[in-house]
């Protein structure tokens, strides 16, 4: 047997981290502004919130294909007079890698203004499903986790978490960050991936710039961003990575890279379904 039931879950988690490098920005607890000398269309009116939105990633290892994480907006709701968002993400490594076997679901609730109220994280391993449920009680500053089998509702661990603040989820992350992607600031964020709080620090500092994907036959107008991971994950999961979005409204997470111990992952856009929307192309600016 090439993994544990130990292994396999330290793999789970493994493709799962370097997959959510687009959700490692999470709530402010302080920020600065900084300039650019280029312009940006972007309102408070403009919205990423698209009921149907699907968009779906492919995840490469040196050139070796390893996976694809597929993350679709799918509900909305109210609920206390407030207007709530459910988001569910699928994670699948491809068949017949050697060294991966990776199934894992992803459900995230979050108000409009982006921070994570419920989650729950299936992950297949062997033959049944292993779940965490995050429950926020923010009142209490309590943060209640259960881990259960998926199959039979069975809850063989409980844990409760302090809070101090808002938080976000490996989900509610996505949303955040194209929130956020054209603010001009940095900030340092709490996060808790894998059943564990941590901090990361991003840079938003609004760089545009252009990158190629193979989805798309011409050069797509981005916004580059760069941050480090200021917590320790399996197999070396910290310190740089960097995002590139979708310079308008939609602010579509389209590349990412992440270093890790044993090399470098790529994150790349290759098929989405969004009303009205096509990846911008870049055009130079002209000189005044």
Same mark, same amino acid.
């Given at each position: $047997?090439?993994? /544990?039931?130990? %292994? !396999? ?20 607890? %302080? #920020?600065?502004?900084? /300039? ?8 408070? #009116? ?6 149907? =939105?699907?968009?779906?990633?492919? +995840? /490469? ?56 109220? !419920? ?9 049944? !499903? ?13 943060? %209640?986790?259960?881990? /259960? ?36 600031? =940095?900030? #340092? ?7 564990? $709080?941590?901090?990361? #620090? ?19 107008? +981005?916004?580059?961003?760069?941050? =480090? ?28 890279? $992440? ?17 009205? !929307? ?11």
């Amino acid at each position: $047997m090439l993994f /544990s039931s130990k %292994h !396999w879950r330290c793999g789970v988690r493994f493709f799962i981290s370097t997959s959510f490098v687009f959700y490692l920005i999470v709530f402010p607890t %302080h #920020s600065s502004t900084q /300039s650019t000398a280029h312009t940006f269309f972007f309102t408070a #009116s403009d919205s990423l919130f698209q009921i149907g =939105e699907d968009l779906i990633y492919n +995840v /490469s290892y040196a050139t070796i294909d390893i996976g694809q994480v597929r993350v679709k907006l799918v509900n909305k709701f109210s609920k206390d007079q407030l207007t709530y968002y459910k988001a569910t993400a699928y994670i699948d490594s491809y068949k017949g890698l050697p060294f991966v076997n990776v199934h894992s679901v992803y459900e995230s609730t979050m108000p409009e203004t982006i921070y994570s109220t !419920w989650f729950r994280a299936r992950t297949k391993i062997k033959d049944r !499903w292993i779940a965490f449920e995050y429950n926020y009680d923010y009142p209490n500053h309590a943060l %209640h986790i259960n881990e /259960s089998i998926w199959e039979t509702n069975k809850i063989v661990k409980r844990d409760t978490l302090y809070m101090d603040t808002l938080y976000q989820d490996g989900l509610s992350l996505f949303y955040f960050a194209r929130q956020q992607v054209l603010q001009r600031q =940095e900030i #340092s964020i709490p996060s808790i991936i894998s059943e564990k $709080m941590g901090i990361t #620090s991003i840079n938003f500092m609004v760089e545009r710039t252009k990158e190629k994907i193979d989805a798309v036959d011409y050069p797509i107008d +981005v916004v580059h961003f760069e941050g =480090e991971a200021g917590w320790v994950g399996v197999f070396g999961l910290t310190g740089h990575f960097e995002g590139w979005f979708s310079n308008d409204a939609a602010r579509v997470p389209i590349l990412a890279k $992440m270093k890790v111990i044993i090399g470098n992952i790529r994150i790349e856009l290759m098929k989405w379904t969004r009303q009205g !929307w096509t990846p911008p192309r870049y055009v130079e600016e002209k000189s005044r």
